[in-house]
């Protein structure tokens, strides 16, 4: 794998890893925007290349709208250190804050550029952008929030994660609104506790890694690709399996931290915002069913061009990953019984 073999990439994935720590480690705002920058600047070289004029485009916008959302950032931990005892400045400080860190980590709806950058990245480097790139952002909105702001962008994020994947042919693209859906769900776990932000966000993490490593070992970008090519029924089945366990269907693991958010919500009486949030992962569920269901069921008659089969050593780790997806959920029921 080329990041391996590149001291560079390693150099700049550890400043990566260690910009994230400076920024949530910090005592001040101007302490975490230096964190914020370093992040910046450590992830452009990871995801420019000059082989690839997409990914260098990618690297570019990135590096556009992060910018615009450290200045507006910068600019209001100024304005607040000079009218630091003005209260009534203080919602206006919350959501403009708010806003910037929405902006960083690509939620609705500051979202646009988001679906853009994602095709133009590979496998590796989307897993730390819908991973790793929102620890940072995520974690400084959760220091000073408004609470209705916030509420309207948990909305903002669920139903435009659910519609914006309809239609989408990209398999990038459909990962990326998938994420933008989750960010709601995630944004909703840092409002109640950092605890259940840290399961959810594991959680999301893993299931994330593994349809990452999943495409990135095929080589596949497009949906059309998962039934032109000929893959054995078993792949096709660990797909099912855990793109239905990202959906949040019970009884997989991705239903685990949804179930625990969804309790949450009822017994503190919030009934529309769950409504919505149950009817949107439905959404979702339905998309990533429609693709499954095509891939297991269509079967071309005439030789395929192309013959997709894995390393004995990369399959026993997806049948791994499958069966934790699977047993995770009965196992983590039993656990808290």
Request: aromatic share 22%.
């Amino acid at each position: 794998m080329y990041f391996l073999n590149n001291s560079n990439k390693m150099f700049f994935t550890f400043i990566l890893f260690f910009s994230t720590l400076i920024a949530i480690s910090s005592n001040s705002w101007f302490g975490c925007w230096i964190g914020l920058e370093i992040n910046l600047l450590s992830f452009i070289p990871l995801i420019s290349s000059p082989f690839n004029l997409l990914a260098s485009e990618a690297s570019l916008k990135y590096f556009l709208i992060q910018s615009i959302a450290s200045i507006n950032f910068l600019f209001v931990i100024l304005l607040k250190m000079t009218f630091f005892k003005n209260f009534l400045m203080d919602n206006f400080f919350s959501i403009m804050i708010s806003s910037s860190m929405l902006m960083k980590m690509g939620s609705a709806p500051f979202h646009y550029w988001f679906p853009n950058i994602v095709e133009g990245l590979s496998w590796f480097n989307n897993f730390i952008l819908m991973t790793w790139q929102k620890i940072t952002p995520m974690i400084l909105l959760s220091y000073y929030f408004n609470k209705n702001f916030l509420y309207t962008m948990i909305i903002f994020n669920i139903i435009i994660g659910a519609i914006g994947g309809l239609n989408q042919i990209s398999l990038r693209k459909l990962m990326a609104f998938s994420s933008i859906n989750n960010l709601g769900w995630m944004l909703f776990a840092i409002m109640i506790s950092e605890n259940l932000w840290i399961f959810y966000f594991t959680m999301y993490s893993f299931l994330i890694s593994i349809m990452c490593f999943f495409f990135f070992n095929l080589n596949m970008f497009f949906i059309n690709q998962l039934f032109i090519n000929n893959i054995s029924p078993l792949i096709k089945i660990n797909l099912l399996i855990n793109f239905l366990s990202l959906g949040g269907l019970p009884p997989f693991l991705g239903f685990f931290p949804k179930w625990i958010m969804i309790n949450f919500l009822m017994n503190n009486k919030f009934y529309l915002l769950t409504f919505l949030f149950v009817m949107m992962s439905l959404i979702i569920i339905f998309f990533y069913i429609r693709i499954t269901y095509t891939c297991l069921m269509l079967n071309y008659f005439k030789m395929k061009w192309l013959k997709i089969s894995l390393k004995n050593n990369f399959l026993w780790l997806m049948n791994f990953f499958s069966l934790i997806s699977i047993m995770g959920m009965i196992l983590s029921t039993f656990l808290f019984l």
